[in-house]
T-cell receptor, first 113, second 114 residues
Framework: AQTVTQSQPEMSVQEAETVTLSCTYD???????LFWYKQPPSRQMILVIR??????QNATENRFSVNFQKAAKSFSLKISDSQLGDTAMYFC??????????FGTGTRLKVLA | NAGVTQTPKFRVLKTGQSMTLLCAQD?????MYWYRQDPGMGLRLIHY???????AKGEVPDGYNVSRLKKQNFLLGLESAAPSQTSVYFC?????????????FGPGTRLTVL
């Protein structure tokens, strides 16, 4: 069965510091993508970053980057120079070939002033 | 583009009442999804659709029905609401099944069943 696990229910980080959110997954597929979504207090889910499994280079979007380790099936999100606006729930997601997305249970991140 | 919109944003029902949640997208997406979000459980898929006129069950379909009569709309119905259906409901859409296509989400509907 395909699964996505986020083992950190809550985390906090000081403003301007760096934080890493963990995600592990399990799949037998060879070519796939992985996503991180952000859900701020407003509830609107937005895409943060995506990673293609075939690409060895880790994806980067401004202050957000991933550490993708395919063999270990690990897909962590690093947020650099954390800002108050980064306070949100973060979900790791895996779109399976059965048309569905599989989401982790989320990590609630609080950025402290 | 409005993206994905949901109606209503909030609703309070009494046990046994019925209601329909409307999801609309203006991006010409084939795939549409209904999720519920409960504390500590992430997003759970209720039903989904891979095109106009099609629907399929997700992981928690009991107590819900859906219809996709038009490509841009995906309706979620509760025939007889129960307190266990108190949740935040999200609609999402996606252009195709290709793995790099992300899902676009609506703003959510907070439903309380008394």
């Amino acid at each position: 069965a395909q699964t996505v696990t986020q083992s950190q229910p809550e985390m906090s980080v000081q403003e301007a510091e760096t934080v890493t959110l963990s995600c592990t997954y399990d799949t037998s597929e060879n070519n796939y993508y992985l996503f991180w979504y952000k859900q701020p207090p407003s509830r609107q889910m937005i895409l943060v970053i995506r990673q293609e499994a075939y690409k060895q280079q880790n994806a980067t979007e401004n202050r957000f980057s991933v550490n993708f380790q395919k063999a270990a099936k690990s897909f962590s999100l690093k947020i650099s120079d954390s800002q108050l606006g980064d306070t949100a729930m973060y979900f790791c997601a895996f779109p399976s070939q059965t048309y569905k997305y599989i989401f982790g249970t989320g990590t609630r991140l609080k950025v402290l002033a | 583009n409005a993206g994905v919109t949901q109606t209503p944003k909030f609703r309070v029902l009494k046990t046994g009442q019925s209601m329909t949640l409307l999801c609309a997208q203006d991006m010409n997406h084939e795939y549409m999804y209904w999720y519920r979000q409960d504390p500590g459980m992430g997003l759970r898929l209720i039903h989904y659709s891979v095109g106009e006129g099609t629907t399929a069950k997700g992981e928690v379909p009991d107590g819900y029905n859906v219809s996709r009569l038009k490509k841009q709309n995906f309706l979620l119905g509760l025939e007889s609401a129960a307190p266990s259906q108190t949740s935040v409901y999200f609609c999402a859409s996606r252009f195709s099944e290709l793995p790099y296509n992300e899902q676009f989400f609506g703003p959510g509907t907070r439903l309380t069943v008394l």
